[in-house]
């Protein structure tokens, strides 16, 4: 069990912080890709609390694990915006614009991407159950791309969205100014109340983001049970 929540935050690590810094998804994809062949004979390589629910839900992982996968997963999410937030600090114009997001609704755009959570991560949630747990596609050695594939394909086709895809990302994302205000240019407890005050105030965005990306999973778990009975 040690050696596979080590992996898990690892792998979960790097993903993050490539996520956060890359405007590139074959950037994502191509960390993606390696850190799934680095871990898949270990920890099955989810690196994504909504591919541990599915895993669960799809009886291929007890509770126990389910709850040490995921708090290894939301750990390196936070360790991850922890670095990010060292390197990129919190400068003048980061403090202008907090003040901008402070004067518009956390939620506008919601309605939109509130979809492209759900059926982005339903799709990736389902294609990781069919490479990587069907005995129709049993021993394979191509799980990985088609695994990176799919985040790749659908990150592009919604990059207007932002989408996450993935929990310990979206905390990830949205945790960073805290740690960035620790090398602020100017006063630090300004910075550390002016990202506190931005990171309650888009709380509730966040959480229903994370939400639909868990509804997604669970969907896909849904799906593959139902159509592959006997792989239970």
Known sequence: MRNKLIIETLGT???????????????????????????????????????TLAFFLRKKLTIKRLFGYMAAQFLAALLAAAVVGILHGHTAERSRDIVDALGESAMTGASIAWPGEFLGTFILAFVVL???????????????????????????????????LNPAVQVAN??????????????????????????????????????????????????????????N
Not at 190 to 201: G, N, P, R, V
């Open 174 to 231: 949205d945790t960073i100014g805290i740690t960035g205000a620790l090398n602020a240019d100017d006063s630090v407890l300004k910075a550390l109340s002016q990202e506190a005050t931005l990171l309650a105030h888009g709380l509730p965005r966040t959480v229903l983001d994370i939400f639909f990306m868990f509804l997604g999973g669970s969907a896909a778990a849904v799906l593959f049970v139902k159509m592959f009975p006997e792989d």
């Open 130 to 164: 069919m490479v990587g747990t069907s005995r129709r596609t049993a021993g394979n050695s191509y799980f990985g791309f088609a695994i990176a594939l799919t985040v790749f394909g659908i990150i592009s086709t919604f990059s207007s969205l932002n989408l996450a």
């Open 13 to 51: 690590f790097f993903i993050c912080l490539v996520s956060v810094l890359a405007s590139n998804p074959l950037s994502v994809a191509a960390v993606l890709c390696a850190m799934i062949y680095m871990g898949g004979n270990i920890s099955g390589a989810h690196y994504n609390p909504a591919i």
